[in-house]
């Protein structure tokens, strides 16, 4: 009798978990446009971290990188730049894959890619769930990158979980989280705050709330399989 009640919620928790992704991907897709001008283009807010990440990870040294939840590709843009400066032998073969769960986000940003020169890096561009990453296969990966993206997820452990699966051996993941409010550019400008959701004045935004406990997360990242963790602020 257990193992039927049990079975029956396993069920309706990824009945859950596939209605919230699907809420995700529509939120995205409706909003990929004002996302991208307003905390992209405009105001460089996700970019700017994005690169700090990028300039750690040694992205000239891997062969084989995936991107999660890349949005409109400005992002992967300066992955390729650090790729196309790779420290290989000129004959290895290196690949690229951008995803997002947002089909809308996929075609921009393979728009956004439209007129780069790949130099010989083979770059994918795809839909993609970061809790069940099932077209990647395991130890593949060279190099993981997910610029705020974790704070996001329905699931975080899932997200760290396919993160080490798809990793080689040797491979290196990269996040970035949101900070402190005080210290967010979201909270200095009234319009990009009225753009994307955020009302003035009010309590704290429920993405702030994963870097309360920084230890905390260090040991999430640890339990996963991780090793060598770094946490530092930006």
């Known amino acids: 009798m257990s193992g039927t009640r049990y079975h029956s919620w396993d069920r309706t928790r990824k009945g859950i978990m596939v209605d919230r992704l699907a809420m995700m991907r529509k939120n995205w897709s409706n909003f990929a446009v004002v996302f991208t001008e307003t905390a992209n283009k405009n105001k460089h807010m996700t970019l700017q971290c994005a690169k700090q990440l990028h300039s750690h990870m040694q992205l000239d040294r891997a062969r084989n ?3 999660i939840a890349a949005g409109a590709g400005l992002g992967s843009l300066d992955v390729s730049q650090h790729l196309f400066e790779s420290k290989l032998p000129r004959e290895t073969k290196r690949t690229f894959t951008v995803t997002d769960l947002s089909p809308v986000m996929v075609r921009m940003a393979k728009e956004n890619f439209s007129d ?3 130099r010989g890096v ?3 561009f795809k839909e993609a769930n970061g809790h069940d990453l099932a077209e990647i296969a395991t130890g593949s990966m060279g190099r993981y990158v997910a610029s705020l993206c ?3 997820a ?3 452990d899932a997200m760290l979980r396919e993160a080490k699966r798809v990793l080689t051996s040797d491979g290196i993941a990269g996040h ?6 005080e210290r967010s550019p979201l909270r200095g400008h009234a319009a990009a705050n009225k753009e994307l959701g955020l009302e003035e004045n ?7 709330i994963m870097r ?3 230890p905390a997360l260090h040991q999430r990242f640890a339990q996963t399989g991780f090793n060598h963790v770094g946490i530092w602020p930006f």
């Open 65 to 67: 990188d995936l991107e």
């Open 116 to 118: 780069v020169n790949s």
């Open 122 to 124: 083979c770059i994918k």
């Open 150 to 152: 974790l704070q996001l």
């Open 154 to 156: 329905p699931d975080p």
């Open 176 to 181: 970035t989280i949101w900070g402190s409010p």
């Open 202 to 208: 009010t309590a704290e935004h429920s993405d702030f």
């Open 212 to 214: 309360r406990d920084l």
